[in-house]
């Protein structure tokens, strides 16, 4: 029986890459810090990170060197939509939310701040399981109804930073966490404040609730019976049946025994981090453009008009520079091709490059030709001219008729005329003195004031006498206490071959 050929199953999800188009649209951050935060700002950088999950870089490495344009040039490929710059200074940290990537930017001053650790810290029983950050929270703004452009343009940012929720198709059960942004009209400054979500279903006593929402079973060890488990425990604590306002009935399955048309009692418990914003400036770029708002410096309309037709005029003056550098380079490129790079075909170059061989051995064989005859006084024979050309053709020499190039080559003609090597040597060096040994060597020993080794007479006289003339040194002008080591040495051995 033959053996049937093995199918191949799908490995990959249809629902995952049918939902490619709408992650694409979900906007995504990165929380960066510009200049040296303290340990308690670096916390809550690590806290905000941890507000904004999961659609922010958890894990995100910085460097002193990273510029804000590097993150921005890496925010395109990965869909990156927003920027939350964390800095500080001596006055206070702020905190700058940016739209990538042509702005605008916000920037917020931190009057105060608490740490998600510290609010945890304060807590009887904390509630933040790692479950929650699975999805991103639900945005609520309470007090940005005012017509001010400033503020709307804080609820539009806001808003924005997160994903929007469809109420027809979101998930009950996905809706784990709550931000909230309270605006003081009074003292103008935004509370932010973070909580996650818990529910649990009203009219069920405690034990049965526990059960239900436990996975491991109770402890009944120390009751005599299962009854004495549901009815000992009552129904919960007395603030769940007083606050009615917290119950409400469920349109979704939210687990946990909270089931569909039940009525549950929903409790918000504080993550944090928590924090105290004060809204100073409004830029209309990537920080930097035109300021649309400040909270301390105000203008008048004409000089916001000025200031508009300034910065307009720099970007015209922008654009038209590199315009005209753009332009430049073509130029540029278009002369480089007229001039000395016109298109041949292979065959011309080689003809080329083969006529200019020729030219320059043709100059060569002239100039050695030239030389000889005025040296020697005879005409050169086709041995030398070859040997010429040769050594021409390998190297490139100066066509300034100089014989230095020629010494050995001349020479080597000489001995096959019939020279020896040394009349042939000697030949070359009279007719090239200012090359020859024998001519340093003449003009050393003939100098009057030289000795027989070439040295200046009054040199080797002052050595000599500084030689013999030293109270240490012996006869033969060395050192005495060296002689007498010597001898010491060969006492030494004389007592050794006695012995």
């Not at 920027?83 to 739209?99: D, E, F, K, V, W």
């Not at 924090?275 to 000089?303: D, R």
């Not at 922008?318 to 550098?325: I, T």
């Not at 064989?365 to 050309?389: C, H, I, N, T």
Request: proline share 5%; net charge positive; charged share 30%.
């Amino acid at each position: 029986m033959g053996r049937t050929r093995r199918k191949k199953k799908r490995t990959q999800d249809i629902s995952k890459n049918s939902g490619a188009s709408q992650s694409d649209k979900v906007p995504k951050n990165f929380v960066i810090a510009r200049g040296k935060l303290p340990i308690l700002l670096r916390s809550l950088e690590h806290d905000i990170r941890k507000l904004m999950s999961p659609h922010t870089a958890m894990n995100l490495k910085e460097s002193g060197k990273n510029t804000l344009k590097d993150f921005v040039h890496v925010a395109g490929p990965l869909g990156i939509t927003h920027l939350l710059i964390m800095s500080n200074t001596q006055l206070a940290p702020y905190l700058r939310i940016a739209r990538l990537p042509h702005g605008p930017t916000l920037t917020f001053k931190i009057h105060a701040y608490s740490l998600a650790a510290d609010i945890a810290r304060e807590q009887a029983r904390p509630r933040a399981p790692a479950s929650i950050f699975q999805n991103p929270p639900l945005v609520v703004l309470n007090g940005f109804g005012a017509a001010e452009e400033h503020l709307k343009l804080i609820t539009i940012m806001f808003q924005n930073i997160f994903p929007v929720i469809d109420v027809n198709i979101v998930k009950l059960a996905t809706c784990q966490r709550v931000l909230l942004l309270n605006y003081n009209k009074d003292s103008m400054l935004i509370d932010l404040r973070h909580y996650s979500i818990s529910a649990q279903p009203v009219g069920v006593s405690r034990g049965i609730r526990k059960l239900v929402q436990r996975n491991r079973l109770p402890d009944l060890s120390a009751l005599s019976d299962v009854s004495e488990f549901i009815t000992k425990s009552g129904y919960g604590s007395e603030s769940e049946i007083e606050n009615e306002a917290s119950k409400v009935q469920l349109p979704d399955e939210y687990g946990r025994g909270n089931h569909t048309s039940q009525q549950s009692a929903v409790k918000l418990h504080e993550v944090g981090p928590r924090m105290t914003l004060q809204l100073v400036k409004v830029e209309e770029g990537l920080c930097s453009g035109a300021i649309m708002f400040h909270e301390y410096v105000k203008k008048t309309p004409e000089e916001i008009a000025a200031l508009k037709d300034q910065i307009e005029k720099k970007e015209a003056l922008r654009k038209q520079r590199k315009a005209e550098q753009e332009a430049n380079v073509q130029r540029k490129e278009l002369l480089k091709k007229r001039r000395g790079h016109p298109k041949q075909s292979n065959e011309d170059v080689e003809q080329g490059s083969q006529e200019d061989d020729v030219d320059q051995s043709q100059i060569a064989k002239m100039d050695d030709a030239d030389w000889y005859r005025q040296e020697v006084g005879e005409e050169p024979d086709e041995g030398f001219l070859s040997g010429a050309l040769q050594k021409n053709v390998k190297f490139k020499r100066k066509s300034t008729g100089s014989i230095y190039g020629h010494r050995a080559s001349f020479r080597g003609h000489l001995t096959n005329k019939g020279f020896t090597a040394t009349k042939a040597k000697r030949f070359a060096s009279e007719h090239n003195p200012k090359m020859s040994a024998d001519y340093e060597n003449k003009s050393r020993y003939t100098k009057p004031e030289n000795d027989a080794q070439g040295r200046p007479s009054y040199a080797a006289a002052n050595e000599n006498k500084r030689r013999y003339t030293k109270p240490g040194n012996d006869a033969k002008g060395s050192l005495k206490r060296r002689a007498s080591f010597k001898e010491m040495s060969k006492k030494t051995n004389k007592r050794k071959k006695t012995s």
